[in-house]
């Protein structure tokens, strides 16, 4: 990119690290006009660094890298506060207004009106445009106006409401390039305890292209199956993604929808690919449902170190462990497997599992991951599985996941493997009794607030 003269923006590159359909970075071209320069800038938050495991800060040092070379070199690195960094950056470069995607997580919002205030007070403006999913929080709501509460009708209403096409990326910018103040290295903090994929656009188009040319059409039949490659490892919304360059034929990748509408494997992709309904995370109150006290017997540690390092003696559930820390990642089948039984086996709360996902996953998602979790918890925040105390059984006889075990758990059978610390048949029934407990305490409560 290149070119000088005019009025600068300032795009602020946050989760959203592509150039294809960025709405933030479209709208910041076509603000600066023809002649104007674009300030791409991203600020490494040093509160959602410490909330991130060493995987996910490697994999987000190594993202803005991808982005500066699609950007011709002019990316800025800072490392502040936003609401100090932002104000900053935008003064130094002379800009009068800051775009962004918008961010619904509860840290976004207060992130971003503490740097609007700022900026504000500097005589700039933050210009919040779009998201970074298909389709924007908050837009996909019931007959009567509120969040749906179950998952099946939300998906269709999400649907049906459809998404714009990809967009290209903007031609013939200038970027106004600015010295950084920090290294992807000193993003990172430190090498990944686990082989993570190819970071960027690139990397994720590559997979994209990959899913879409032959494991699409086995979707239906393969993705429960953890000894395939039956899934496409995307996270969340993969719906914008390049399109061709002007003038290059027939589209390599266009969006997703667009390449499986004729295949197969159409339904089910898109199905798991809406977001979670609202309102996932944290928990809700009725969360202490979720089986009754847990966590408070004796050795609760132990059996968390033995779980997170899988080592439980239940194959299929250190498996996924392993595998988790090996690769930053775990097959969708086998993480309501090992979830259900820290819950429902070891009795151990789920914030405490959802925080050890977290810190490991490549793909961890705060919203994603704790709908998940209480999904499997059964927490009673109105998405529950179906019955909500449901206790994933571990199977004892391998068909598929014979393979899978057998290569994350090589050891599995062997004089060095672990007897199971647990008995399921019995932790099970305690499961059950727990959610009996818990159902009488609830009835008697809303008897006595009904009495008052």
């Given at each position: 990119?290149?070119?000088?003269?005019?009025?600068?923006?300032?795009?602020?590159?946050?989760?959203?690290?592509?150039?294809?359909?960025?709405?933030?970075?479209?709208?910041?071209?076509?603000?600066?006009?023809?002649?104007?320069?674009v300030?791409?800038?991203?600020?490494?938050?040093?509160?959602?660094?410490?909330?991130?495991?060493?995987?996910?800060?490697?994999?987000l040092?190594?993202?803005?890298?991808d982005?500066?070379?699609?950007?011709?070199?002019?990316?800025?690195?800072?490392?502040d506060?936003?609401?100090?960094?932002?104000?900053?950056?935008?003064?130094?470069?002379?800009a009068?207004?800051?775009?962004?995607?918008?961010?619904?997580?509860?840290?976004?919002?207060?992130r971003?009106?503490?740097?609007?205030?700022?900026?504000?007070?500097?005589?700039?403006?933050?210009?919040?445009?779009?998201?970074?999913?298909?389709?924007?929080?908050?837009?996909?709501?019931?007959?009567?106006?509120?969040?749906?509460?179950?998952?099946?009708?939300?998906?269709?209403?999400?649907?049906?409401?459809?998404?714009?096409?990809p967009?290209?990326?903007?031609?013939?910018?200038?970027?106004?390039?600015?010295?950084?103040?920090?290294?992807?290295?000193?993003?990172?903090?430190?090498?990944?305890?686990?082989?993570?994929?190819?970071?960027?656009?690139?990397?994720?188009?590559?997979?994209?292209?990959?899913?879409?040319a032959?494991?699409?059409?086995?979707?239906?039949?393969?993705?429960?199956?953890?000894?395939?490659?039956?899934?496409?490892?995307?996270?969340?919304?993969?719906?914008?993604?390049?399109?061709p360059?002007?003038?290059?034929?027939?589209?390599?990748?266009?969006?997703v929808?667009?390449r499986?509408?004729?295949?197969?494997?159409?339904?089910?992709?898109?199905r798991?690919?809406?977001?979670?309904?609202?309102g996932?995370?944290?928990?809700?109150?009725?969360?202490?449902?979720?089986?009754?006290?847990?966590?408070?017997?004796?050795?609760?540690?132990?059996?968390?170190a033995?779980?997170?390092?899988?080592?439980?003696?239940?194959?299929?559930?250190?498996?996924?462990?392993?595998?988790?820390?090996?690769?930053?990642?775990?097959?969708?089948?086998?993480?309501?497997?090992?979830?259900?039984?820290?819950?429902?086996?070891?009795?151990?709360?789920?914030?405490?599992?959802?925080?050890?996902?977290?810190?490991?996953?490549?793909?961890?998602?705060?919203?994603?991951?704790?709908?998940?979790w209480?999904?499997?918890?059964?927490?009673?925040?109105?998405?529950?599985?179906?019955?909500?105390?449901?206790?994933?059984?571990?199977?004892?006889?391998?068909?598929?996941?014979?393979?899978?075990?057998g290569?994350?758990?090589?050891?599995?059978?062997?004089?060095?493997?672990?007897?199971?610390?647990?008995?399921?048949?019995?932790e099970?029934?305690?499961?059950?009794?727990?959610?009996?407990?818990a159902?009488?305490?609830?009835?008697?409560?809303?008897?006595?607030?009904?009495?008052?």
């Amino acid at each position: 990119m290149g070119g000088a003269g005019g009025s600068p923006t300032v795009v602020w590159f946050r989760r959203d690290l592509r150039t294809a359909g960025h709405p933030a970075l479209l709208a910041a071209v076509g603000e600066a006009g023809t002649g104007g320069r674009v300030a791409p800038l991203f600020v490494a938050d040093d509160t959602l660094l410490a909330s991130s495991g060493a995987n996910r800060r490697a994999f987000l040092a190594a993202t803005p890298t991808d982005l500066d070379e699609r950007l011709g070199g002019t990316l800025t690195l800072r490392r502040d506060l936003p609401a100090v960094a932002v104000p900053a950056f935008a003064a130094e470069v002379g800009a009068r207004t800051v775009f962004a995607t918008g961010d619904c997580g509860p840290y976004g919002r207060r992130r971003d009106a503490g740097v609007s205030w700022a900026l504000s007070a500097a005589g700039c403006e933050l210009t919040l445009v779009g998201s970074p999913y298909a389709v924007p929080p908050g837009k996909v709501l019931n007959v009567a106006g509120t969040p749906f509460r179950m998952f099946t009708p939300f998906q269709r209403a999400w649907t049906a409401r459809g998404w714009p096409p990809p967009a290209a990326p903007p031609a013939g910018d200038g970027s106004l390039a600015r010295d950084s103040e920090i290294t992807p290295a000193e993003v990172a903090g430190g090498a990944p305890p686990a082989a993570l994929p190819p970071a960027g656009e690139g990397g994720a188009q590559d997979a994209l292209e990959r899913f879409v040319a032959g494991p699409v059409g086995r979707y239906g039949d393969e993705r429960d199956r953890p000894d395939r490659e039956g899934t496409s490892r995307l996270s969340l919304s993969a719906f914008r993604v390049d399109p061709p360059p002007p003038g290059s034929g027939p589209s390599r990748l266009r969006s997703v929808r667009r390449r499986l509408q004729f295949g197969a494997g159409l339904a089910g992709v898109l199905r798991r690919s809406a977001l979670a309904p609202p309102g996932l995370g944290r928990g809700a109150p009725a969360a202490r449902r979720s089986h009754g006290p847990v966590g408070i017997r004796p050795g609760a540690d132990e059996r968390f170190a033995a779980w997170t390092s899988g080592r439980t003696g239940i194959t299929l559930v250190d498996a996924g462990m392993r595998q988790l820390s090996t690769e930053g990642w775990m097959h969708n089948r086998v993480r309501m497997l090992t979830a259900s039984f820290l819950v429902k086996d070891l009795h151990i709360g789920w914030r405490r599992g959802a925080r050890h996902f977290l810190d490991l996953l490549v793909d961890g998602d705060l919203a994603s991951n704790n709908h998940g979790w209480q999904w499997v918890a059964g927490t009673g925040t109105g998405t529950d599985a179906a019955p909500s105390h449901r206790v994933f059984n571990p199977p004892q006889r391998f068909g598929p996941e014979g393979a899978y075990v057998g290569r994350c758990v090589p050891e599995a059978g062997g004089p060095g493997y672990p007897a199971p610390i647990v008995d399921h048949a019995a932790e099970r029934l305690e499961a059950l009794r727990r959610w009996d407990e818990a159902k009488l305490a609830l009835a008697a409560e809303a008897v006595g607030g009904a009495s008052r």
